[in-house]
């Protein structure tokens, strides 16, 4: 069941929030790579749990991650994660990275968020 505060939180945003949100979290992704690279791991393994049960359009988007994941350097990646690019933000909706940031990693970008960017009733 989703919370009530998600719900809030998402009818106060611009249409747009959630790629913004989403780029937030991809910078702090981006940033824990450039530390250490053996954090590729995970989404390499998200990858092989989550192609059992993808639907054909979403197989598509997890091939483009695993090509991305096995041909590009660590930095290459990281500068695409946070990168302004149509591609970039429509791959960044069906991110493999989940892990590799902490609950209160997510938790501060949630926060920062709320802070910042609601309208006015």
């Given at each position: 069941m989703i919370s009530q505060k998600l719900i809030d939180f998402a009818h106060h945003r611009e249409a747009d929030w959630?790629?913004?949100?989403?780029?937030?979290?991809?910078?702090?992704?981006?940033?824990?790579?450039?530390?250490?690279?053996?954090?590729?791991?995970?989404?390499?393994?998200?990858?092989r749990i989550w192609k059992r049960t993808a639907t054909p359009e979403m197989k598509i988007m997890l091939r483009r991650w695993k090509l991305i994941l096995m041909a590009w350097n660590p930095e290459e990646i990281a500068d695409f994660l946070v990168s302004d690019t149509i591609e970039s933000r429509e791959l960044r909706r069906c991110s493999p990275f989940c892990g590799v940031l902490t609950p209160q990693e997510i938790a501060s970008v949630w926060q920062a968020s709320t802070g910042g960017q609601q309208k006015s009733a």
């Open positions: 959630i790629d913004i949100l989403s780029r937030e979290l991809h910078v702090l992704i981006a940033a824990k790579l450039r530390e250490d690279s053996a954090l590729l791991g995970i989404p390499l393994y998200n990858l």
